[in-house]
């Protein structure tokens, strides 16, 4: 079992940057691909962002790419995703996730409780 705790969520001006954290517990979080996920009110769930379980690999949904960065450190249990040039479209409850590396929600298995961002204009 994983369980994760997302934090660093709150409110940012448009410009801004946020960095959210993510706290795994379970001796396996080393094992996992990691994922950012976002969800706006009234909409699905969509992608951010995904690292490889050695930190090697990433890859981003367009819309955030070059403004949003993943890193992952296994030392300390922690998958980070830094958030800059905020724009009010990023404004979302953000989740982390554990699983295998993928654009998908169902290809994770364990799924943090979520962190709000707001971006105002």
């Known amino acids: 079992q994983v369980q994760l705790v997302e934090s660093g969520g709150g409110l940012v001006q448009a410009g801004g940057s946020l960095r959210l954290s993510c706290a795994a517990s379970?001796?396996?979080?080393?094992?996992?691909?990691m994922g950012w996920f976002r969800q706006a009110p009234g909409k699905e769930r969509e992608f951010v962002t995904t690292i490889s379980w050695s930190g090697g690999s990433t890859a981003y949904a367009n819309s955030v790419r070059g403004r949003f960065t993943i890193s992952k450190d296994n030392a300390k249990n922690t998958v980070y995703l830094q958030m800059n040039s905020l724009k009010p479209e990023d404004t979302a409850v953000y989740y982390c996730?554990?699983?295998?590396?993928?654009?998908?929600?169902?290809?994770?298995?364990?799924w943090g409780q979520g962190t709000q961002v707001t971006v105002s204009s």
């Open positions: 996730a554990a699983g295998r590396r993928s654009q998908f929600p169902r290809d994770y298995d364990y």
């Open positions: 379970g001796r396996t979080f080393s094992r996992f691909a």
